[in-house]
């Protein structure tokens, strides 16, 4: 198992480094991923490279049992490439480049940004191929800026358009330019749609699945030199958990496996569910395990400094990974360094450079995962319920939201949350994906519903499978034009019912709801309320309001062998999401390994040597878990009874099987 650390021994003097590395082994670590930014270093001028800095610095590394994973630098543009070549910089929307000395600033689409791309990644990948401490490439770094409207971008975009319409009556009519008078007469024509709120939808969604793609290019560039120069390395890229601008699923296709930088500790201690759910979807990607290749070591800030984990933390942080699917475990960063930006951005190391309490903690870590390695070996989680996630959605609801406050990653919230309550476990799927394993799937705010993905869920409801999903699903088809149907469209029939009219609730309104068995309780619609007319749907919330005593505010329908829900409106509570899972779940036969109090999460990791139970605790109370008695739990070593108290950010992992 690789444990380590991010280290930048450019930002210290070489007689340091044998001292860094010692540490390191010290720890437990035995890797480090290096060069992020170093372009100007390893390529000084145009064309020469210079490799001797970091010969030594990973030979010093080989002589600990360091091995490094290498990153092509080119998220940081030289000096030189700007003053050579102004126009790889970004133009902003106001016309004016970005100006050189921040990073990731370059434009994608400029050739001669991805020539020089190109050109340092074959140089370094001859060079490093063969030196044995090193074990794989991350490309880049953190994907997904910024966005350039230089001419160029425009032709590259009006380039895709042409291959991926072919005519101009197909864009035309993909896009709707019958209104506002904005049919395209040539493809030379073709705006870059710069402002989201006004621009056509259609078009904005092209634009935006464009930006994905070109960076996806960029990546593709530099993953075939390194493929074709070293094979036996492996390629991964630091993607970001929820990060919303990049289609992770495309972006993750070149890729050996996805890595993924995790930064959760900011304000007052919580229970971290989004660290969770991105690990979550950081695993669909691929689909696999992944890696964390940056993962909060102190308080993090570029300005302003956060929070400083609280004793026990960064351990807890590592275990909700690992027991997530992390596969390696890779602090950012070793030493905090003392010049730049990134001077609040703590490390395992303060500025002193000594190995102090948040060290001891990292090394803590490394000794345990060594013990649990051999049985890691091989487990996953496996879950069989799903969560549809779909950035077409996510995008067009970003777009044209609808009605206010509509939030694409909000809505899987909304069903993620109370599925990590309830201790079982979810997959991340795009909406092409296989569900026949799936017992229940959740298509929350499904906005984008080309009628093969509708079809697909029909047929799974009808099979068997149990189906949720909430307002604005179906609404619109695959290039952003609404469906000509009554909603939820091809899907009425599952459902049951039929939404001829809805609105957005202010904020300065509420609608309250009152449901039965098996979500009974009086509720709080927020945001949105659809006038849901039920059909073959049984009701299972009703509006309080007069003028919506006709709808439902919640349904159920049996729908071949199967059944779906369809929840009307946003509820305040969290207690009513927590009862529409129970319920889909039950419906689907699905049940916890173990139920967690409140604040403690619960994953396993399932292989064919073991079968792992994680309890994480996130708070700063004892919290005692009813557990399977008579099984070890790994890191006490003890035999377990029916209950096991977990200490402030406790954690256990119990060996279930064999
Ligand atoms: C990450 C990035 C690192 C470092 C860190 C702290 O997003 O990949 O290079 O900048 O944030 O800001």
Redesign the pocket.
């Known amino acids: 198992m690789y444990i380590g650390v991010?280290y930048y021994p450019e930002h210290w003097p070489e007689e340091r480094w044998p001292e860094d590395a010692r540490l390191m082994r010290d720890a437990g670590f035995n890797v480090v991923r290096l060069a992020?930014?170093d372009w100007v270093n390893i390529e000084p001028e145009d064309g020469v490279f210079t490799f001797d800095k970091w010969d030594r610095a990973l030979g010093v590394l080989a002589r600990h049992g360091i091995s490094a994973i290498l990153c092509t630098p080119t998220a940081v543009m030289p000096a030189w490439v700007a003053r050579k070549h102004p126009e790889t910089l970004a133009l902003q929307k106001d016309g004016t480049r970005v100006t050189w000395g921040v990073r990731k600033n370059n434009c994608f689409s400029s050739g001669t940004y991805r020539f020089l791309s190109q050109r340092v990644t074959r140089a370094m990948a001859a060079h490093f191929a063969r030196t044995p401490n090193v074990i794989g490439w991350q490309t880049d770094?953190?994907f997904g800026h910024p966005f350039c409207y230089c001419e160029t971008c425009r032709a590259d975009f009006q380039h895709w358009l042409r291959r991926k319409y072919g005519t101009l009556e197909a864009l035309n009519r993909a896009w709707g330019t019958h209104f506002w008078g904005h049919r395209i007469q040539s493809w030379e024509e073709i705006p870059i749609p710069i402002d989201p709120g006004s621009h056509n939808p259609s078009a904005c969604l092209d634009w935006q699945r464009h930006f994905s793609w070109m960076n996806v290019r960029f990546q593709q560039e530099q993953v075939r030199i390194l493929r074709e120069l070293c094979p036996g390395h492996f390629v991964t890229h630091?993607f970001?958990g929820l990060f919303p601008e990049l289609n992770y699923y495309d972006l993750a296709r070149d890729l050996d496996f996805v890595s993924w930088?995790n930064?959760p500790v900011w304000g007052p201690p919580e229970v971290r569910y989004d660290s969770s759910m991105a690990a979550d979807l950081m695993r669909g990607l691929k689909p696999g395990n992944f890696w964390v290749m940056?993962q909060t070591a102190g308080p993090?800030g570029?300005g302003t400094y956060g929070r400083n984990p609280r004793p026990g933390e960064l351990r807890n942080v590592c275990y909700q990974q690992l027991a997530r699917g992390a596969d390696a475990q890779i602090w950012?960063?070793w030493r905090t360094c003392t010049a730049g930006r990134?001077q609040y951005?703590h490390g395992l190391l303060g500025h002193d450079g000594r190995a102090l309490r948040r060290y001891r903690e990292a090394a803590q870590v490394a000794g345990e995962y060594r013990r649990l390695e051999g049985l890691l070996e091989g487990t996953a989680p496996e879950a069989r319920v799903a969560m549809i996630y779909d950035y077409d959605s996510l995008w067009a609801v970003r777009i044209q939201p609808g009605y206010g406050g509509n939030d694409y990653v909000n809505a899987a919230r909304r069903y993620y949350r109370p599925l990590f309550r309830a201790g079982v476990a979810v997959d991340f799927i795009p909406p092409s994906a296989d569900l026949s394993r799936y017992r229940v799937v959740f298509a929350p705010d499904l906005y984008v519903l080309p009628d093969a993905v509708a079809e697909a869920l029909a047929r799974y409801v009808e099979g068997g499978g149990v189906l949720v999903s909430d307002c604005r699903t179906g609404v619109k088809d695959a290039t952003g034009l609404c469906h000509e149907r009554t909603l939820p469209g091809l899907l009425a029939p599952v459902f049951g019912i039929e939404i001829q009219e809805y609105e957005t609730i202010p904020a300065s309104a509420a609608h309250p709801f009152v449901g039965r068995d098996p979500v009974a309780g009086t509720f709080t619609g927020t945001l949105s309320a659809d006038w849901v007319i039920p059909g073959t749907a049984e009701t299972l919330a009703s509006y309080r309001d007069w003028h919506l005593q006709p709808y439902a505010a919640a349904t159920r329908n049996r729908f071949g062998r199967g059944t779906a829900y369809y929840i009307g409106t946003i509820a305040r509570e969290d207690a009513f999401y927590d009862a529409v899972v129970r319920a889909a779940l039950a419906g689907g036969g699905v049940s916890a390994p173990v139920v967690p109090p409140a604040g403690v999460e619960v994953s396993v990791r399932t292989g064919p040597r073991a079968e792992l139970l994680f309890l994480i605790n996130h708070t700063e109370e004892e919290k005692t878990v009813r557990v399977p008695a008579g099984r070890v739990e790994l890191l006490s070593g003890e035999v377990t009874r029916d209950e096991l108290t977990l200490g402030r950010f406790g954690v256990a992992v119990i060996r279930m099987r064999p």
Do not use: C, Q
């Open positions: 991010d992020e930014f770094n953190e630091n970001m930088d930064y940056e993090g570029w950012f960063r990134e951005w």
